[in-house]
């Protein structure tokens, strides 16, 4: 059962454009997750959001968690190559271990 | 300090052997989970370990297990291996908080079956 769906799931903009990137679902997560996964290598994980309607800044990457705490959003400004990699977000519900989502793959195009 | 290695990097196998693969978590963290990653499934989770105890166990068959040892190490072992079991096998490490947190992964083993 995927509990979260991520969209798009393929998203290829060029350098200095914005876009989001959504994560939902119907289930209640107790903290939310964000990672970038390159080729060949594991997923680093960006940052945390634990509250309902917490936003997280990081350098150009703005993080939202639903007030509900059933979805999020990754929102990129001004995106450069550097950004080009596999977003998955991950919910954490009660006991049990992460669930991650379906993953968007994003291409920056110099 | 130091990251989460996992060993070996590359495997390739043949349909109905088995394979073991191994996790060393970053010094400290006393959690150890196990996640295989598919083009088709994503990421999906095999089991946690903590204090050398299965804490917790997703939706795989028997054929995979998995322990882990007192220096916090781990390793998962799949047994009768099947061309479907050719995945990107990836180890997690926590302080013990069931990854609520966050999780810092290892690079992955990318085990082919053939």
């Known amino acids: 059962t995927q509990l979260l769906e991520q969209s798009p799931q393929f998203l290829s903009i060029q350098e200095g454009e914005n876009l989001t990137v959504y994560c939902n679902s119907s289930s209640v997560f107790s903290s939310l997750q964000w990672y970038r996964q390159e080729p060949g290598e594991g997923p680093v994980l960006l940052v945390t959001?634990?509250?309902?309607?917490e936003v997280k800044k990081l350098k150009r990457l703005t993080f939202q968690f639903g007030d509900a705490r059933k979805d999020s959003s990754l929102h990129i400004t001004a995106a450069q190559t550097g950004d080009t990699g596999l977003y998955l977000c991950?919910?954490?519900?009660?006991?049990?271990?992460?669930?991650f989502g379906t993953g968007t793959r994003l291409t920056v195009i110099p | 300090k130091a990251g989460v290695t996992q060993t070996p990097r590359y495997l390739i196998k043949t349909r109905g052997q088995q394979v073991t693969l191994s996790c060393s978590p970053i010094s400290g963290h006393r959690s150890v989970s196990w996640y295989q990653q598919t083009p088709g499934q994503g990421l999906q989770f095999l089991f946690e370990y903590f204090s050398e105890t299965q804490r917790n166990k997703g939706n795989f068959p028997g054929r995979f297990s998995g322990r882990q040892f007192s220096n916090s190490r781990s390793e998962m072992n799949v047994s009768t291996l099947e061309l479907g079991d050719s995945a990107l096998y990836l180890c997690?490490?926590?302080?013990?908080?069931?990854?609520?947190?966050?999780?810092?992964f290892g690079s992955g083993t990318r085990l082919t079956v053939v």
């Open positions: 991950a919910g954490k519900t009660g006991a049990n271990n992460l669930f």
């Open positions: 959001v634990v509250t309902g309607g």
């Open positions: 997690a490490s926590s302080s013990g908080d069931r990854g609520g947190y966050g999780y810092t």
